[in-house]
């Protein structure tokens, strides 16, 4: 299986071990099968998404929507909680699941509404010790705001106030080995002016780090500082340290984006030897056999904390699950992804 690959590449646990069954469950239908082209995460492709995190740069990190577009969202919301729950008490035991029952208490058995599109995805990131996080995402309705805790509650109604065309969407709760975390999503209606989240980023605690977002989104993008409608995703996520704040550019809504976009990450990244380093390391080990690269960018995210600059995730919609791989197709690493737009 192609996990179990990667992970012997990358040197880590096999994902399996912990998760082969419901992933067994997830993915029943064969490979390529174009059923599985109608869901939330990638539309028209396989719901399977790898991704590089410069804050756990040696990871094997992937995200997936479970079962086929006949699950109702408030079924797999059920089936992802029930999974979540099973491997955070195997893996991190007893007081790691207590805490995500009562953290995700609310969206676990809240009412979904008629529009709900998927209902929950699943996450996690595996290292040479085995599962270091698991994670769901789980959908929210216009009334369950109020079901976050206060501290991101609060950051969250800030950001609405300053930002009008931002509106939740959904809701990450991750369980690792040492403590866990709670991310709120934000779409972005309309076109997005870099600088305008000067005031917003000054009000959260993290303006300081403007000019490192600035230069991380202006450099990948080639110089684009105005982000178009449809493209922004916003996260916010309560931290020791304060708020976090997570930029996601939705590829697939980026007109003409840089062709040599790997190259200038590349570039971005040779300012943290380090994290360059690791990013080829993870981009030759999750490239299969027969193929130029991982597979298509679909997502360029970057977070900043009031301790910390801004670092780089980079999501990919992997090759070689749809068809049998060809030694003279060429790497292609400009994506198409279409998140959940509400």
């Known amino acids: ?27 029943d239908l064969p490979l ?29 990190r992937f995200d997936f929507e479970p079962f086929g577009h006949d699950t109702a969202p408030v079924t797999r919301r059920q089936e992802c909680s029930r999974e979540m729950r099973r491997a955070v008490n195997q893996v991190f035991g007893a007081p790691a699941l207590a805490w995500f029952d009562k953290r995700s208490e609310a969206f676990r058995g809240g009412t979904l509404p008629g529009t709900a599109k998927f209902g929950a995805w699943f996450g996690a990131a595996f290292d040479e010790d085995g599962m ?7 959908e929210l309705g216009q009334d369950q705001l109020g079901d976050l805790p206060p501290n991101l509650q609060q950051a969250a109604r800030v950001a609405m106030s300053m930002l009008p065309g931002l509106t939740p969407i959904f809701t990450s709760i991750a369980c690792g080995r040492q403590h866990g975390g709670q991310r ?3 779409y972005h209606r309309g ?14 605690g993290v303006g300081a780090q403007l000019p490192s977002l600035l230069q991380a989104i202006g450099l990948v993008l080639g110089g684009r500082f105005v982000l178009p409608d449809g493209s922004v995703i916003l996260g916010l996520r309560d931290t020791s340290r304060g708020i976090e704040l ?31 380093r690791a990013f080829r390391q993870w981009t030759q080990a999750m490239t299969p056999d027969g193929y130029a690269g991982p597979g298509r960018m679909s997502v360029v995210s970057a977070r900043v904390r009031p301790n910390l600059g801004s670092r780089l995730t980079v999501y990919f919609r ?3 699950y749809d068809q049998a791989p060809n030694r003279t197709r060429p790497g292609d690493f400009v994506d198409h992804r279409a998140m959940v737009t509400p």
């Open 318 to 320: 992997p090759v070689g």
């Open 1 to 27: 299986m192609r996990l179990a690959r990667a992970a012997r590449r990358l040197g880590t646990r096999d994902p399996n071990e912990v998760l082969g069954r419901f992933l067994d469950r997830a993915f």
């Open 184 to 186: 709120v999503y934000l």
């Open 191 to 204: 076109d997005l002016k870099l600088l305008d989240l000067e005031p917003l980023m000054n009000k959260l």
């Open 246 to 276: 997570k930029l996601d550019i939705l590829l697939p809504y980026v007109p003409d984006p840089p062709q040599e976009m790997h190259g200038l990450i590349q570039m971005l990244l040779a300012q943290r030897p380090d994290s360059q």
């Open 132 to 138: 270091n996080e698991a994670k769901v995402y789980y």
């Open 32 to 60: 390529g099968d174009r059923s599985y082209g109608n869901n939330a995460l990638l539309p028209g492709s396989l719901p399977l998404e790898h991704s590089f995190s410069e804050v756990s740069p040696n990871a094997l």
